[in-house]
């Protein structure tokens, strides 16, 4: 599969969640809620999560709010970072994943906002 189909893939998914997007308004955007358990020390943070899209792909991604610098599309998972923090979200699974190379590692389960 094209990194486009890929893409599509995540925006019909994200469609389909939102059901906003219509022949007349094709964008929308999805927000998530992800708490996630940071090791080694067993804190727990609340992640916000927004994807903007259109009828064939991702256009932007923000945590936090914070918008990231790029992002990458692979079946329904978006694969970013910020900082030093490798994120993977998995928005089929409604999973979060991530690294601080190394360092510490951090997992937890997401839900759609609202």
Known sequence: MTPRGFSGLLCA???AWAGAAT??????????????VYLPARTTWVRRVAVEYDAQRVKAVRIDGVPVYSFAIAGTV????????RVQID???LTWTSDFRGLASAQGRCERAG
């Open 91 to 93: 928005t089929a699974a």
């Open 23 to 36: 022949a007349q308004s094709p964008a929308g955007q999805v927000e998530l809620v992800c708490e996630a």
């Open 13 to 15: 998914l994200l469609t």
């Open 78 to 85: 978006i694969l970013t970072s910020l900082d030093n923090e």
